[in-house]
T-cell receptor, first 113, second 113 residues
Framework: AQSVSQHNHHVILSEAASLELGCNYSYGGTVNLFWYVQYPGQHLQLLLKYFSGDPLVKGIKGFEAEFIKSKFSFNLRKPSVQWSDTAEYFCAVNLNAGNMLTFGGGTRLMVKP | DTGVSQNPRHKITKRGQNVTFRCDPISEHNRLYWYRQTLGQGPEFLTYFQNEAQLEKSRLLSDRFSAERPKGSFSTLEIQRTEQGDSAMYLC???????????FGPGTRLTVL
């Protein structure tokens, strides 16, 4: 069965610091990759997604992620975080042939003003 | 608001009681998903519908759980004889088409006393 690992459970940064959140998945076939964000008190929202093509994908609010197939990774990055980026971030995977999403355990990001 | 809606938002029940949750997907979305999220974890897939057909069920979905989507629009998730371990956030998501981007609702938080 596929699984998703997010190695950083809690991250604390100061505003303007750069962010990289790790995500690794275990599945050898073709996958679709997603990052979702959950702001305090709000529901899960899609940040960005990768289906095919350019492995560097850009999402909303200045976020981007790079798919490295050889490393089974899909790390999320942002060059300069803001206080408003404080949230929980979830990496998710699904198979082309399937529809269920498999989520990682999440990374809780706190940005200090 | 044309997003995914879920009712109720909160449910407190005593162990052994039955509960039912409702999800209204985004209009015209033919796929509907149920997930469960416990504190500190990512969402876990429970079941999935395409139109009115329930196509996939997780082994997490014990025989006390049943889900329906009678007319291919809204869905209900019923838990019979609730147990304390059922306490969680129950999330609904919907999607349309081949890109399988899932849009999530706000969730129903269940507390079993």
């Amino acid at each position: 069965a596929q699984s998703v690992s997010q190695h950083n459970h809690h991250v604390i940064l100061s505003e303007a610091a750069s962010l990289e959140l790790g995500c690794n998945y275990s599945y050898g076939g073709t996958v679709n990759l997603f990052w979702y964000v959950q702001y305090p008190g709000q529901h899960l929202q899609l940040l960005l997604k990768y289906f095919s093509g350019d492995p560097l994908v850009k999402g909303i609010k200045g976020f981007e992620a790079e798919f490295i197939k050889s490393k089974f990774s899909f790390n999320l990055r942002k060059p300069s975080v803001q206080w408003s980026d404080t949230a929980e971030y979830f990496c998710a995977v699904n198979l082309n042939a399937g529809n269920m999403l498999t989520f990682g355990g999440g990374t809780r990001l706190m940005v200090k003003p | 608001d044309t997003g995914v809606s879920q009712n109720p938002r909160h449910k407190i029940t005593k162990r052994g009681q039955n509960v039912t949750f409702r999800c209204d997907p985004i209009s015209e979305h033919n796929r509907l998903y149920w997930y469960r999220q416990t504190l500190g974890q990512g969402p876990e897939f429970l079941t999935y519908f395409q139109n009115e057909a329930q196509l996939e069920k997780s082994r997490l979905l014990s025989d006390r759980f049943s889900a329906e989507r009678p007319k291919g629009s809204f869905s209900t998730l019923e838990i019979q004889r609730t147990e304390q371990g059922d306490s969680a956030m129950y999330l609904c998501a919907s999607s349309f088409g081949l890109n399988n981007e899932q849009f999530f609702g706000p969730g129903t938080r269940l507390t079993v006393l």
